[in-house]
């Protein structure tokens, strides 16, 4: 597998975690799930490689994923790291406030499998064909 496809996802819900494992699985994207956000910043500070990608729950425990961004966002060593919030409501201010902290992208989690199978497929597509991404090799041997 290509190191660049390597997302840390934090999600509390069992099943969305399998869906999920089940997607990227299939398009051999590494990935590690987590489950409570107090889990993040201590993983991405003893993991041996950064994720490409950080995904958010904004429903996490203890703290929802507009905290945990914050923290993300603050650390000198991640910051750069793109970071897409998973909502489940569409509230105005919450979206703004994700984007003021320095989300990358901030979607609804949808609620049919069809979308579901479309949203993954696009955003598989955006990050991994479309955008460019850091390199994390130079950030991460200044943190080691």
């Not at 489940?88 to 984007?99: H, N, R």
């Not at 901030?106 to 049919?112: A, C, L, R, V, Y």
């Amino acid at each position: 597998m290509e190191t660049k496809k390597y997302i840390l996802m934090l999600e509390g819900d069992e099943q969305d975690r399998e869906l999920s494992k089940d997607y990227f699985d299939a398009h051999k994207i590494r990935f590690d799930h987590l489950v409570l956000s107090s889990e993040v910043i201590p993983f991405l500070q003893h993991s041996p490689q950064l994720p490409a990608i950080i995904l958010l729950t904004m429903n996490s425990l203890p703290d929802n994923g507009l905290s945990v961004l914050k923290k993300i966002k603050a650390n000198e060593h991640f910051k750069h790291i793109p970071v897409i919030i998973l909502g489940e409501d569409t509230q105005p201010e919450l979206i703004k406030d994700c984007y003021v902290a320095g989300a990358s992208t901030f979607f609804n989690k949808p609620f049919s499998f069809k979308l579901t199978d479309d949203t993954i497929k696009t955003f598989i597509h955006y990050w991994f064909e479309v955008a460019q991404l850091p390199d994390h090799k130079t950030v991460y041997s200044d943190f080691k």
